[in-house]
């Protein structure tokens, strides 16, 4: 047995959206159900964690009902809504417990992190090619950060990868290495080949809308608001091919 693709969910989707009063990123979580097993692939930050828990209600899921979570790495836009899944087991990659961090250098936040991850249900990952459930495996992709995972899920048509930062978004793919490395250039441009290699029908990455070798396969729309101060916010909708589909107020 294979694992279905549609069996691959993105239940967040995940974006970045640079603007002059900073960055604002989401990362992608994403859900498969592989041989009877429930398995979250990053948790995301508290601006998505109500999205996280709606969605995984409208798919009628909780927290609790996730057998497996699966942390990209410990930057906290993929890690921080773990608190939610106490009931999980964790995997994470022995290089990023030890020396990974929330925001790219030690901590005392990432130290207390670490401590709340201790008391949950936590399981180091020390191989390449970890075999999580019958389809679904861990891959090393190091060098975005120290200890970077990403994961590989065998479907009836191929390979899919879920990237997380080790492949952010399709650009990479042509640059041959992420934008932000916060470890090592030189393993985080040789973990994009290993993930072209295993010559992925399809990539969700950590923070863009799923694409092959030829680009985007989804559009992703995305909707900025801004407060309005009569109770009509402004709003614009952009999706991923740059074309504007709305603007105005709304009600
Ligand atoms: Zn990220």
Not at 140 to 160: D, P, R, W, Y
Not at 176 to 195: C, L, Q, T
């Amino acid at each position: 047995m294979v694992v279905e693709e549609k069996n691959i969910i993105r239940i967040v989707k995940g974006t970045i959206l640079r603007t002059n009063y900073g960055t604002l990123g989401a990362s992608t979580s994403t859900l498969i159900y592989d041989e009877g097993k429930r398995i979250l692939v990053d948790v995301g930050h508290y601006g998505t964690r109500l999205r996280l828990e709606e969605n995984l209600k409208n798919s009628g899921l909780s927290p609790n009902s996730i057998d497996y979570v699966i942390l990209t790495h410990l930057n906290w836009d993929h890690c921080a809504n773990i608190d939610l899944f106490e009931k999980s087991r964790i995997f994470l990659h022995k290089r990023e417990w030890e020396e990974g961090n929330l925001f790219g250098k030690e901590d005392l936040a990432t130290k207390t992190f670490k401590q709340m991850l201790e008391r949950m249900k936590l399981s180091i990952i020390n191989d390449d090619m970890f075999k999580v459930t019958e389809n679904v495996y861990t891959i090393n992709t190091f060098g975005h950060t120290v200890g970077h995972i990403s994961v590989l899920a065998k479907s009836e048509k191929g390979n899919i990868i879920i990237s997380g930062d080790a492949v952010p978004y399709y650009r990479t793919i042509k640059r041959g290495y992420p934008d932000i490395i916060f470890y090592n250039r030189d393993e985080a441009r040789k973990s994009v080949s290993k993930v072209t290699e295993l010559k992925p029908i399809k990539i969700i990455p950590g923070h863009g809308p799923p694409f092959n070798e030829k680009g985007y396969i989804e559009k992703d729309e995305i909707e900025i608001r801004l407060v309005g101060d009569d109770g009509e916010d402004l709003i614009l909708k952009l999706n991923r091919v740059g074309e504007e589909v709305a603007t105005g107020p709304i009600g």
